[in-house]
């Protein structure tokens, strides 16, 4: 992909090295970009096995992203 997707892929990553376990809105929030834009750029990192998602939840519903497998979490390359 372009440029722009390697700068924005690492703005993710560093994200998730930082925050640990999140959620796509934090992520989200902290980087400027809408949440379904997050998810769907997290999609992308799930398919290349560069993160890992843990749980999914019906809409409405929070997840308590203080319990562990609660999110999105950075699955470092073997």
């Not at 970009?33 to 843990?54: D, H, N, Y």
């Not at 519903?61 to 203080?66: F, G, I, K, R, T």
Request: aromatic share 2%; proline share 5%.
């Amino acid at each position: 992909m372009a440029d722009w997707w390697t700068e924005l892929e690492g703005e993710i990553l560093n994200c998730l090295e930082r925050t640990g376990i999140t959620t796509p809105a934090e992520i989200g929030r902290r980087l400027g970009i809408p949440e379904a834009a997050t998810t769907s750029l997290l999609s992308i990192l799930v398919r290349e096995g560069k993160v890992r998602m843990c749980l999914v939840e019906l809409a409405g519903q929070e997840a308590d992203v203080h319990e562990p497998g609660a999110a999105a979490s950075m699955r470092r390359p073997a």
